[in-house]
């Protein structure tokens, strides 16, 4: 498998446009499974050792391809995204998250981890923060992935007709997430979830 120059992406920090917002009380609305460790070889995946660097965007995306074995396909049984978290190390987590017709995630970072995310059935539509400051926007097709640095921000949603699946890889595991919005002012942070709230999923 190959990756295209614009699956990797360099840019420029939230922060020098953005200010951390006060931690609020959420409610996020979520169904989330967690299976036992997958039993895949990761030494064999990403050669990991006990005390590496975070894996690359280039390795989390070979992850996240390979972890495509490990769930399954959307059945449409959720009338909102639900989650599946197939591996948590202390060096990366996989999550497989099942996009019903219409779902997405607004504008957000990945609390300043690496990641990447394997198209499996069906595609998603993406608006990432690009170079120019603006959003660029893409199709992701099945088979297909994205791979980002720890400064990418970016919506994702399903804009098909049918369920989606997609299998998602992190490293280090994420902290949080802050989501904004964008307008004419830039990239404003709205609010940060923790992963230690009841209701944390990617
Ligand atoms: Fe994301």
Request: glycine content about 8%; hydrophobic content about 40%.
């Amino acid at each position: 498998m190959t990756i295209a120059n614009d699956q990797l992406m360099t840019i420029a920090s939230p922060e020098e446009t953005t200010q951390a917002p006060e931690r609020p009380a959420i409610s996020v609305p979520h169904t989330a499974v967690v299976h036992p460790p997958s039993g895949l070889s990761l030494a064999a995946l990403v050669g990991l050792r006990p005390g590496r660097p975070p894996l690359t965007p280039a390795a989390l995306l070979e992850v996240a391809r390979a972890y495509v074995s490990v769930t399954a396909p959307n059945q449409g049984l959720f009338d909102s995204r639900s989650y599946e978290l197939l591996e948590l190390t202390d060096d990366f987590e996989v999550w497989a998250i099942h996009w019903p017709v219409g779902g997405q995630l607004e504008l957000h970072d990945h609390g300043g981890s690496s990641g990447a995310f394997w198209v499996a059935h069906g595609s998603l539509h993406e608006s990432a923060l690009a170079r120019h400051g603006g959003l660029r926007q893409r199709r992701v097709e099945p088979s297909n992935g994205v791979a980002f640095g720890p400064d990418y921000i970016h919506d994702v949603v399903n804009l098909g007709p049918a369920p989606v699946t997609s299998v998602h890889a992190y490293s280090p595991p994420m902290p949080g997430m802050t989501f904004y919005r964008h307008g004419p002012e830039g990239f404003v942070a709205k609010r940060t979830e923790y992963r230690d709230e009841p209701s944390w999923a990617p």
